[in-house]
């Protein structure tokens, strides 16, 4: 057991902080002597002097200012681990499971763990970034608290999120923008097409014109736009993730007659509404924040082609 107390670390805490054993004792509501032999009691304990007298006013010595420098990180850990019994006592979630589409706009979702963070400190956060039908998978088995997904989910109640736009891109160099000419769905056979692959682990499905000879298939978004960029094939690709790409001429949208561009909704949705805690509630309002705030034209608003 340790010799010194909390509250002793505490008294010592209030007394420097507040420039004397008066000041200190209105503060924490104890007597100028209670806190004075506790003070007294701690150096005792600990064989050093924590405090020296300056006139009327006491300050810390160097070996009581490196003693107290490490007992706050108590002090804080203390209080932070009351805050999260208090919040348990309350329902609060000691953790949240989040599934997150790829395509969701990265900037969007940054912004929402922020904003969760500076709320639920102390509230862990898995964060799942899926593709397709993953997250709509985790939900099926109950891995999943939240899920923001472009897919709905049979028997589950989804609300709208926003929406992300695809667009068909290519690197400026890639063969189909040399036919100069305005393109057909025809004109993408015979050219290699980038997908990203379903992260269902049972039930991966296929999305979009997967129609080309040639198909690579990667696990990541992030993967297939940098193929992009290297000119290894075309792709649809959401532009909240190619705006700065398509800004510096990297890679440029196919002149496609039709199916150049689609919009998908992405929905969010709660594995049960009713019994999520507030740390659930709270990481769907800040997502639905951070939306409206980062991308207001999405909030009006097997595998995926990529």
């Known amino acids: 057991m340790s010799r010194v107390t909390l509250a002793q670390w505490q008294m010592l805490a209030a007394v420097v902080d507040h420039g004397g054993f008066a000041r200190a004792a209105e503060v924490?509501?104890?007597?100028?002597?209670?806190?004075?032999?506790?003070?007294?009691?701690?150096?005792?304990q600990l064989g050093v002097q924590v405090l020296e007298p300056v006139g009327r006013q006491v300050r810390l010595t160097e070996a009581g200012e490196m003693l107290l420098r490490r007992a706050r990180q108590l002090i804080e850990s203390a209080e932070a681990l009351e805050d999260v019994a208090?919040?348990?006592?309350?329902?609060?979630?000691?953790?949240?499971?989040?599934?997150?589409?790829?395509?969701?706009?990265?900037?969007?979702?940054?912004?929402?763990?922020?904003?969760?963070?500076?709320?639920?400190?102390?509230?862990?956060?898995?964060?799942?970034?899926?593709?397709?039908?993953?997250?709509?998978?985790?939900?099926?088995?109950?891995?999943?608290?939240?899920?923001?997904?472009?897919?709905?989910?049979?028997?589950?109640?989804?609300?709208?999120?926003?929406?992300?736009?695809?667009?068909?891109?290519?690197?400026?160099?890639?063969?189909?923008?040399?036919?100069?000419?305005?393109?057909?769905?025809?004109d993408l056979l015979r050219h290699r097409q980038l997908v990203v692959r379903d992260s269902a682990l049972r039930q991966s499905m296929d999305s979009g014109w997967l129609k080309a000879e040639q198909r690579w298939t990667v696990s990541h978004l992030e993967?297939?736009?940098?193929?992009?960029?290297?000119?290894?094939?075309?792709?649809?690709l959401p532009d909240t993730r190619i705006t700065a790409d398509m800004a510096a001429g990297r890679m440029t949208a196919l002149p496609l007659a039709a199916g150049g561009v689609r919009d998908i909704p992405i929905q969010l949705i709660f594995r049960d509404r009713d019994r999520a805690g507030p740390a659930t509630h709270a990481m769907a309002e800040a997502l639905h924040g951070a939306v409206a705030s980062e991308c207001p034209t999405e909030a009006e608003g097997g595998r995926r082609e990529a």
């Open 223 to 236: 993967t297939s736009i940098d193929m992009v960029r290297r000119g290894l094939g075309f792709a649809w």
């Open 86 to 186: 208090g919040r348990l006592s309350e329902g609060l979630e000691a953790e949240v499971v989040l599934a997150v589409d790829q395509i969701f706009p990265p900037q969007a979702l940054a912004v929402a763990l922020s904003r969760f963070s500076a709320a639920f400190p102390h509230v862990r956060v898995q964060l799942h970034e899926t593709v397709l039908n993953g997250g709509i998978e985790m939900l099926y088995d109950g891995r999943a608290d939240l899920v923001a997904s472009g897919l709905s989910a049979q028997g589950f109640l989804g609300e709208p999120l926003g929406q992300v736009r695809f667009i068909a891109v290519a690197h400026p160099e890639h063969q189909l923008h040399r036919l100069d000419r305005q393109l057909d769905l025809r």
């Open 28 to 44: 924490v509501h104890k007597s100028p002597s209670t806190l004075n032999h506790a003070v007294h009691k701690l150096e005792q």
